[in-house]
């Protein structure tokens, strides 16, 4: 499901407070435009800043209202919260003065860059039917659209704001082995048969030492090597080891040096076991042999790694690892999603105007940073449309994203509508090689 607006075209996950902030660094930027501030004025940020400032308790107010609707995507139970989301959505951009329709888009330009929204609900459900979507209106609908800007990440720290050009891919394996139909008794069978966890437990273990390299023969061929360039990024790149441990709340890295730390993190591929299904994980002792148990582990791919290459790595290790057990067992590996990395050019004036915006807000020049984990939609985007993609993250690295206690600071959250609307009117003074307006899809 998406809505268009005819100021424009932002991708959201529903329940995210980047719409809400969003929408309303828009609308404060429209309220001054009625009220007859040209964009050329000067101390336009300074109104719309102190705007902003006089009336935070009143955004506060909006979003709690917002993040009480439990509009999660993975639950097919809140789908209808999901849909109310997107509803307030519509309704909000409705009184800003926009159309919304389902495909249908119109034109409107009282603002200094042209604005494009898809509102998605169903990010943490894998967005299915996403990218067919993108690819039916490639032509049409993001036509004339010069930048895509994405908003679902932190920054590295609590201090310093950031912005992200690249991120890990990942491929998700299911190691299945079987040896019958029904469970079995450890004391009426233990001891004479190939039990299916211990052949399971082996695969697992074969997969990464205690240094976490990944022992899959030909899993770094394609690694890109670190450049002169790249290596400079990361030596000035502020970074806390201690807080960053106390933010995760462990106690050792398996590296010491801040560099080799966030070169493990966005540059190198990791694998990482998740899970076992089958076997009895509840309080107490069951003395049952599962006859049954699926493993489930991922590697966070690098930009330059083929990830069918990759798939097919990894099942012939397996495989290999298997036959040399000598086990009767079945085994079965699958792989249930694959998503592509991400890199973008930090030199791309989209990048240079957020570098502004980020300084005229915060005071300071942002931490050019990778993440190390997925966002497969940047990479769709990238690779379809051929357009400039930026993530430009607001919460601060102790926001807990995905866990039960996720959250953002009144600071950030004031200040990144503030960001957001800067960040309009610096790309509308880019160069004329661009259109004359231009046309922005954000993301989150």
Known sequence: MYLT??????????????????????SVIMLLFEAGVSSSSSGLENQIFQYIDLH???????????????????????????????????????????????????????????????????????????????????????????FIVISDNLWLNNRKPALTYGTRGNICFSVEVRCGERDLHSGSFGGIIHEPMTDLIAL????????GRILIPGVYDDVASLSEEEKKLYEAIEFDIEEHKNNSGVKK?????????LMHLWRYPSLSIHGIEGAFHEPGIKTVIPARVIGKFSIR????????????????????????????????????????????????PLYTAATKAIKTVFGQDPEMIRDGSTIPIAQTFQ??????????????????????????????YIQGTKLFATLFLEIAKLPGKLQETSNTTTTN
């Not at 005819?6 to 660094?25: D, K, M, S, W």
């Not at 697992?204 to 240094?211: A, G, H, M, N, P």
């Open 5 to 26: 607006n005819a100021c424009g075209c932002f991708l959201f996950n529903i329940a995210n407070f980047v719409l809400n902030l969003q929408i309303l660094a828009l």
């Open 56 to 146: 935070q308790n009143e955004f506060i107010q909006t979003l709690k209202e917002w993040v009480a609707v439990e509009s999660d995507s993975i639950q097919p139970g809140l789908r209808q919260e999901v849909i109310r989301m997107v509803e307030l959505t519509a309704d909000r951009l409705r009184a800003l003065g926009a159309t919304v329709e389902l495909v249908k888009l119109g034109s409107h330009k009282d603002i200094p860059v042209n604005l494009k929204f898809i509102i998605e609900g169903m990010e943490e459900a894998g967005s299915l039917g996403l990218e067919e979507i993108i690819k039916k209106e490639n032509q049409r609908f993001f036509s004339d659209v010069d």
């Open 204 to 211: 697992l273990d074969s997969l990464v030492d205690t240094s």
């Open 253 to 261: 890295f398996l590296y010491d040096t801040k560099e080799e730390i």
């Open 301 to 348: 791919q690098v930009p330059h790694m083929d990830i069918s290459i990759g798939e097919h790595q990894v099942i012939k290790y397996l495989e290999d690892v298997f036959s040399k057990r000598n086990s009767p067992n079945k085994l079965k590996v699958s792989v249930p999603i694959r998503a592509m990395p991400w890199v973008a050019n930090i030199n791309d």
């Open 383 to 412: 690779n379809i449309t051929r357009k400039s993609v930026m993530m430009l993250p607001v919460g601060a690295a102790d926001d807990a994203e995905h866990s039960q206690k996720e959250k953002i600071s009144r600071h950030n």
